[in-house]
């Protein structure tokens, strides 16, 4: 098979993988080699479904021992199936780089033959661009569950970063759905955040130490393939940003791909809860929220109608008003239509003058939804005083819903 | 009557423009590049020689009283092709020479917000850009990426490339500005699109060269989108139109 049908099938196979992410990694030029790490990132392309191209992102094989009933690569699904070899990915690494397609290589796999002789595999590849041909662009390893130990620190000490998909909230639905057990997941999942802690340790005492995959780790879960809730969800994603130190968990609406009777019959992917998901987890990392402000056992669900951040402030609405001038930044952070960027232009701006409706306009606060909680110098932004509930409410809608919600009873049957 | 200060168009042309008419006392009527100009009857024109020597003691002088953040946005505010930039940095260097370096944080304020803005548009093209630039391979080793800003982008985004790839030929051409950028391995060199360059501007699109990665890359574009969540709006909001045409997954 030649190298294009290899891709064809082996780089639509990976797309139901999400991270696109470049970022976090500063790595500089290898001397007479080519590409370096931006720690900002850099996305290339967006595809016609939105989401940006960051990395060449492909399996190294679509062969795969295992039959996860949501997965596509699943051994029972009669799909054609193909592998690169080693020198097949380089090249075409090497080659999208240098014409500025991509950032780097994100490679995945499924599982062939075991998980030792997979991952054998992919770490050769970050080994061989690395050192045959000089590469210092971004690399993003899976680790295969089940991997050993030694084939994993191996992997991160070429990759920038290295991550295992933790695939389904709970062991329950992963025994339901795989023949994957939860120690398969997390037991890589702490070989890596473990190995990352030390490594830190190792460059404080000597900075010649090398590297263990600088931009951390990362994991994935698809959303609406299996009953949890979204409490229990942002409660998963709370503890693995705090115990295993991960810097990023994807979401993935259940995008049906097969048949299969333990799996639900959704007529598209849940996208709004995804989206929603994402929300919330924004506001864990850059808004000092934690899960159980988000949502507790009375209100398992985001609510759909408006971001999670708004229904948090109605639901607290007697924090609120805050003072523009006065309020310290992570205060002005918790205010519905204030974004990270426009927090820290308040901040700065207002060390200059009162700052107005407009002049918040200006900075960029989205004043429909952010003039119900702000006063400035004491006064309100508002005709009038005390606006009731069922008003707030109707700005802080973004997206009406025209019936009842089809993923609440989804699950109620 | 104040007056119209007229500039070759160069950097440092604008720098010594701009130490001039803040030399004066009074708001200057406008200050132009000299292709800009129009004769004016009321407002005298006062022609700007450029002197590098001034030119270069000027940035020091801003990056000592004012700041290495309002060089910054000084540079990028030049490097945009808006009309009356020049004025707008005049009022933005004379507010910050009246308050001091910390008024660059009043972000409302009719001298700062529009340079704020201004700079803020060229960096994200610029940012853009990084990503979005598409090297094609012509004859023999070396890469054209071709181009066409809406802001003078490229000597923002030349140096990460120098750095990305320092052993490989390439070029990078702002077509609509007929300007380019030549790396020889060594160093950058200014190139002008003109008789010499219009080989590598007529090298088809469609390559006939037959470059099998970009044949590649096209068919990977379309596999790697998820045909249940189609979303062109989203597609566009961060990939605007105006730059398919020099994408090679787009055109």
């Keep these: 098979m030649d190298i294009e049908k290899k891709l064809q099938i082996l780089g639509a196979a990976a797309r139901y993988d999400v991270s696109c992410s470049s970022s976090g990694s500063k790595r500089p030029t290898p001397k007479g080699g080519t590409g370096n790490g931006v720690s900002c990132g850099i996305c290339h392309s967006w595809a016609d479904d939105g989401r940006c191209i960051s990395l060449l992102k492909t399996l190294f094989t679509n062969v795969c021992i295992h039959d996860c009933a949501y997965c596509v690569n699943r051994r029972s699904n009669d799909i054609p199936r193909a592998a690169f070899t080693v020198t097949e990915i380089c090249e075409l690494t090497m080659e999208f780089y240098r014409r500025n397609y991509i950032e780097g290589l994100f490679l995945s796999s499924g599982v062939m033959r075991s998980a030792d002789y997979t991952m054998e595999r992919l770490t050769l590849v970050a080994k061989k661009l690395r050192e045959e041909y000089r590469f210092g662009g971004y690399l993003h390893l899976k680790a295969i569950p089940g991997a050993s130990r030694e084939l994993i620190r191996q992997a991160g000490l070429h990759a920038d970063r290295i991550s295992v998909n933790i695939e389904l909230p709970t062991e329950k639905s992963l025994l339901l759905l795989t023949d994957k057990t939860k120690d398969d997941i997390m037991l890589p999942m702490g070989e890596i955040s473990s190995a990352i802690v030390e490594n830190r340790d190792e460059r404080k005492h000597l900075r010649s130490a090398p590297r263990f995959a600088p931009a951390g780790s990362s994991t994935q879960l698809i959303v609406g393939a299996t009953p949890e809730n979204d409490h229990q969800i942002v409660r998963l994603s709370e503890g693995l940003y705090n115990r295993f130190g991960l810097k990023r968990v994807y979401y993935s609406a259940f995008v049906p791909v097969s048949s299969d009777n333990r799996l639900p019959a959704l007529a598209t992917p849940p996208l709004l809860r995804e989206h929603r998901l994402y929300q919330a987890d924004w506001l864990m990392r850059y808004y000092g929220f934690t899960a159980g402000e988000i949502l507790d056992d009375r209100t398992p669900f985001l609510d759909e109608e408006m971001d999670p951040k708004s229904a948090w402030a109605l639901r607290n609405i007697h924090l609120f008003p805050i003072d523009t001038q006065t309020a310290p930044y992570e205060t002005l952070l918790r205010v519905p239509g204030i974004g990270v960027r426009s927090a820290q232009r308040i901040v700065i701006a207002r060390r200059h003058t009162r700052l107005g409706y407009d002049d918040l306009k200006k900075i960029g606060v989205v004043m429909k939804r952010a003039k119900h909680f702000l006063t400035v110098g004491g006064r309100t932004l508002l005709p009038g005083s005390g606006r009731p509930l069922r008003l707030i409410r109707r700005d802080l809608v973004t997206r009406a819903m025209l019936g009842p919600s089809l993923q609440l009873n989804l699950f109620a049957a | ?251």
């Excluded at chain 2, 005298?44 to 001034?54: A, M, S, V, W």
């Excluded at chain 2, 308050?99 to 853009?128: I, M």
Aim: net charge positive; hydrophobic share 40%; with cysteine.
């Design chain 2, 1 to 251: 009557m104040s007056a119209q200060y007229a500039y070759d168009g160069s950097f440092p042309g604008l720098l010594c423009a701009l130490c001039a008419a803040l030399t004066a006392q009074e708001r200057p009527f406008d200050i132009v590049a000299d292709r800009e100009l129009q004769p004016m009857l009321l407002a005298p024109t006062i022609p700007i020689t450029t002197d590098e020597d001034r030119a270069d003691r000027f940035m020091v002088r801003i990056d000592a009283t004012m700041g290495r953040h309002v060089r910054r946005n000084l540079v990028r505010t030049f490097l945009s092709d808006i009309p009356g930039r020049e004025l707008l940095i005049y009022d933005y260097l004379s507010f910050i020479r009246e308050k001091g370096p910390r008024a660059d944080g009043h972000l409302t304020h009719l001298a700062v917000a529009p340079v704020h803005a201004v700079a803020r548009q060229v960096t994200v093209e610029a940012h853009r850009l990084t990503g979005m630039a598409r090297f094609t391979r012509v004859a023999g080793e070396l890469l054209v990426a071709v181009m066409e800003p809406r802001h003078r982008v490229l000597p923002l985004i030349a140096p990460h490339f120098t750095r990305r790839f320092p052993a490989d030929r390439w070029v990078m051409l702002d077509v609509g500005r007929g300007a380019g950028l030549y790396w020889d391995m060594k160093e950058l060199h200014e190139v002008e699109t003109g008789p010499e360059t219009t080989h590598l501007l007529n090298t088809p699109p469609d390559s006939a060269t037959g470059d099998i990665y970009e044949k590649m890359w096209r068919q990977y574009f379309k596999d790697i989108a998820i045909p249940e969540r189609k979303n062109p709006r989203c597609q566009k909001r961060f990939m605007p139109t105006r730059y398919w045409k020099y994408l090679t997954e787009k055109r």
